[in-house]
T-cell receptor, first 115, second 109 residues
Framework: SAVISQKPSRDICQRGTSLTIQCQVDSQVTMMFWYRQQPGQSLTLIATANQGSEATYESGFVIDKFPISRPNLTFSTLTVSNMSPEDSSIYLC????????????FGPGTRLTVL | SQKIEQNSEALNIQEGKTATLTCNYTNYSPAYLQWYRQDPGRGPVFLLLIRENEKEKRKERLKVTFDTTLKQSLFHITASQPADSATYLCARGWGKLQFGAGTQVVVTP
């Protein structure tokens, strides 16, 4: 199993500022993903965090807005840049191995409110 | 574009009964369908994964079916308990998941 922690757990930010969210896993994992859950909505994949290379973004998400780092197999950061109220969401980190018999795990999420 | 749809109406059910949730998808059948539980303020917790070539999967009181003809997965909670009250999410794929909107289940004593 994998235990995931995220920091911060929640934050309230001003419009135009940036926030970096950290995701720490207690074991080395092959795959790390970042998801967003807007109020009352389901989860939407933002990007795949690739170790040693640039993240792979899903349609509608761009690196300038959501830069991602993944320096090693246990850690990743997601930055929400130049925030607007529309960015108010829960941001979740998810991890898994390349073995599809393994469970995919989600972190507890970071609740972001932009004023 | 591919869609994955769940009943948005909350399912209210009496303790001891079986709750049945529906997940419908469009376009091609995914190789995997997954079901997660999400409690308020928490990340999703994995429950079951069913592969395209599997008809049914069970885990304790949970059962999932996968009908590629109907393009549908059913999720059953048998002998439901108040502790089963949560939102249940269906997702297609593995790793890069496409989630449904979720169905809230409320089990009353």
């Amino acid at each position: 199993s994998a235990v995931i922690s995220q920091k911060p757990s929640r934050d309230i930010c001003q419009r135009g500022t940036s926030l970096t969210i950290q995701c720490q896993v207690d074991s080395q994992v092959t795959m790390m993903f970042w998801y967003r859950q807007q109020p009352g909505q389901s989860l939407t994949l933002i990007a795949t965090a690739n170790q040693g290379s640039e993240a792979t973004y899903e349609s509608g998400f761009v690196i300038d807005k959501f830069p991602i780092s993944r320096p090693n197999l246990t850690f990743s950061t997601l930055t929400v840049s130049n925030m607007s109220p529309e960015d108010s969401s829960i941001y979740l980190c998810s991890v898994g191995t390349s073995d599809t018999t393994d469970t995919q795990y989600f972190g507890p999420g970071t609740r972001l409110t932009v004023l | 574009s591919q869609k994955i749809e769940q009943n948005s109406e909350a399912l209210n059910i009496q303790e001891g009964k079986t709750a049945t949730l529906t997940c419908n998808y469009t376009n091609y059948s995914p190789a995997y369908l997954q079901w997660y539980r999400q409690d308020p303020g928490r990340g999703p917790v994995f429950l079951l994964l069913i592969r395209e070539n599997e008809k049914e999967k069970r885990k304790e009181r949970l059962k999932v079916t996968f009908d590629t003809t109907l393009k549908q997965s059913l999720f059953h909670i048998t002998a439901s308990q108040p502790a089963d009250s949560a939102t249940y999410l269906c997702a297609r794929g593995w790793g890069k998941l496409q989630f449904g909107a979720g169905t809230q289940v409320v089990v009353t004593p």
